[in-house]
């Protein structure tokens, strides 16, 4: 008998494996706290015998080095990546005893495409694959992206992602599980991939790269590719170097004072509360990203590499999960922190902004009936990326995708600032970014099929979806 256990890392999209049998177990693709997956296999009483590594991860630091040292497991990486330490070099057909009281076995198949030493385990009982580790190859109904490596070798991996899919689907039996890590949310997903359960046989009938002839899914995929976050590439360079072990222990505890100080200093101080706790009454020049939304890839993103960070939270277990979500993206100690009430965190008192819905938009006196479009008085911004906004946008309104906004304030237009995403999270962030530079902000907190229904949407020809905007808006609104 075996078991594999996922463990999901929701806030970058991500999911880590734990498999084995009542002895011995595999850990595939740990996340950078390794705290969880050690608990995790204390639960099932087993020692972790083997790490793997489906490839050197663009898209969050690793804590496989660590999680080897600190259980004597070996560590098996691909043998092409190049790495600073010492590992267990793995090649196409290896294969190495889990836990051979329970016949449990893994063999690599190599996959090149998301890397040029992307690597698959099949985990084998008894000689039967079944289930395969798919790392960033073969996703539920799509394939991880091939972009992240070298411009210039783009579209080759594209193809070799196709081949590597169908190596998959033709060496594997139809019921082999199908276990990605990228593709919940994950960037380093080419497409929106499916959350659920899948087996070869399902992706053979559902993926497009199992449908498709090369070259019209390689054209596909390359014209699909959306854009990349910044801190990307800051994750390859330190899972090659060796990630250093974290420290999850508190900060250093900021009082209003040094609050102040350290934002005269230009230091990012971020506010974890919820969106609307945080438009109700923020301390002044602070930036709002939430706990609970995609908190470690957005402010990775935007924020100045290296730059020291203040976190402010609602409590000490906010602030502990946010420190948590940090140092997976290698934003490894904040600089101080505070907790408790806002009014606490600074000396001069709070300041807020309004939000919104779009019929409030809509309602607006200088929005003309006839065409929804926003006269100067009023600039609505868009801070959508270019792939969302293709579908469809409100009729007038300027368009600087989030991540490029702390470097293109200037370019908003005067007036009053009503800013939109696809559901308002990242509206929050841009209105915060914007307020912090002192202007007059209201942030829309609003899906954006409601703007279809007040009216207030051009659709778009796009080439992915050529259905009415209320198609493309709820797909558009899980990214917040």
Known sequence: MFFIDTLDIAGLGNRSYLAGGERAALVVDPPRDIDQVIAAAARRGVRIAYVAETHVHNDYVTGGLELARVTGAAYLVPAGARVAYERVAVRDGD????????????RALATPGHTPHHTAYVLEENGTAVAVFTGGS????????????????????????YASAHRLAGELPDGTAVLPTHGFGSFCSSGRADGEASTIGQEKVSNEVLLQDVDTFVAGLLAGLDDVPAYYAHMGPANAAGPAPVDLTPPAVADARETAARLAAGEWVI?????????????????????????????????PWGRPVTLLAASPEQLAAAQRELVRVGIDRPAA???????????D????????TFADLAARPDVHADSGRPAPRTVVLDVRRDSERAAACVDGSVHIPLHTL????????????????????????AASLLHAAGREVVAIDDGFDAAVRAGLVVVRTHPRDDDAAEQAAPAARAQG
């Not at 799509?142 to 070799?160: F, I, K, M, S, Y």
């Not at 002044?284 to 470690?296: C, D, K, P, R, V």
């Not at 008192?349 to 919104?356: D, E, I, K, Q």
Request: with cysteine; proline share 6%; aromatic share 6%.
């Open 271 to 303: 506010d974890l509360r919820n969106r609307v706790a945080f438009a109700e009454g923020h301390v002044a020049g602070s930036l709002n990203f939430e706990a609970e939304g995609q908190l470690a890839t957005y402010l990775a993103w935007l924020i």
């Open 337 to 347: 922190a505070a907790t408790g009430e806002p009014e606490g965190w600074t000396t």
């Open 138 to 161: 073969l996703l539920t109904g799509t394939v991880g992206r091939p972009d992240l490596v070298e411009p210039r070798l783009t579209e080759r991996l594209a193809r070799e992602q």
């Open 406 to 429: 702390p470097h293109r304030l200037h370019e908003v237009p005067e007036g009053q600032v009503w800013v939109h995403c696809a559901g308002g999270m990242r509206a929050a962030i």
């Open 349 to 356: 008192g709070l300041v807020s902004f309004p939000r919104a």
């Open 95 to 106: 294969r190495v005893a889990v836990d051979p009281t329970a016949g449990l076995a893994v």
